[in-house]
Every structure is written in structure tokens, then in C-alpha cells.
């Protein structure tokens, strides 16, 4: 069994920073990418961040590209996501996912599409006021 832990969520003004966590947890787990995602009330789940785990090629959204960066601890098979410049438009639920080595959902579909991931954490809430 696979979890996804995130951590780091919360309450800013515009401006500011805040860094998510994302901790896997679980066995016999072989991590082909990870990525944050994140949704809005009304909104569809959208792509924000991923990161290839073997090369550690990262790829951005537009609208976070800049100011979003997407990190790793591969000791701990931890991915992180530094957010600077928060503005209002960035206030969602930011979700967790992971590709795992094994699957054929990375190699059928881009890593910047939630298809592309077998598993996903709870979700943490950002919510930035201007």
C-alpha cells in the first residue's frame, strides 16, 4: 500500500511563500515521476508542477513558471514545492501524485496530465488573500 502524505498548506497574503510536502510511504515502490496539482472550487483539477525522478527534468505550468519550484529528497522519496509570489489566483487545493515504475499510465500518457499518475494524496488547502 502507497501513500501520499502532503504537508505545508495554509493561509498567506499576496506576496508571500509557502512550501509544500509531499512523503511517500509504502514498499516495493519505484517512483517514475512525481508532480503537484492543484484545484480551485468550480474548477478542474489543473497541472502545476512534475519532475522526472530518474533525470530530475522538471516541467512547469505557464502560470506558475518562474515562480513555483518543484524539488526532491530522493533519500526519502520526498518532493517538495516552493511557491513564491503568491498571488489569489493560486488559492486551491494543491494535490500530490505519483507515477509508479511498473505502471503504463506514465507511458501512455504526458506527465503533465493527472492520467499520467497511479496515486495521489489527500490534498493540502493554500489560500492566499490580496
Known amino acids: 500500500q502507497v501513500q501520499l502524505v502532503e504537508s505545508g498548506g495554509g493561509s498567506v497574503q499576496a506576496g508571500d511563500s509557502l512550501r509544500l510536502s509531499c512523503a511517500t510511504r509504502?514498499?516495493?515502490?519505484?517512483?517514475?515521476?512525481m508532480a503537484w496539482f492543484r484545484q480551485s472550487p468550480g474548477k478542474e483539477r489543473e497541472f502545476v508542477a512534475t519532475?522526472?525522478?530518474?533525470?530530475?527534468?522538471?516541467t512547469y505550468a505557464d502560470s506558475v513558471k518562474g515562480r513555483f519550484t518543484i524539488s526532491r529528497n530522493n533519500a526519502y522519496n520526498t518532493v517538495y514545492l516552493q511557491m513564491n509570489s503568491l498571488n489569489a489566483e493560486d488559492t486551491a487545493i494543491y494535490y500530490c501524485?505519483?507515477?509508479?515504475?511498473?505502471?503504463?499510465?506514465?507511458?501512455?500518457?504526458?506527465?503533465?496530465?493527472?492520467?499520467?499518475?497511479?496515486?495521489w494524496g489527500q490534498g493540502t488547502q493554500v489560500t492566499v488573500s490580496s
Open positions: 501524485a505519483a507515477a509508479a515504475r511498473g505502471s503504463t499510465k506514465a507511458g501512455q500518457y504526458a506527465l503533465t496530465t493527472n492520467l499520467a499518475y497511479d496515486y
Open positions: 519532475m522526472r525522478w530518474s533525470t530530475g527534468d522538471q
Open positions: 509504502g514498499r516495493g515502490f519505484s517512483i517514475v515521476a
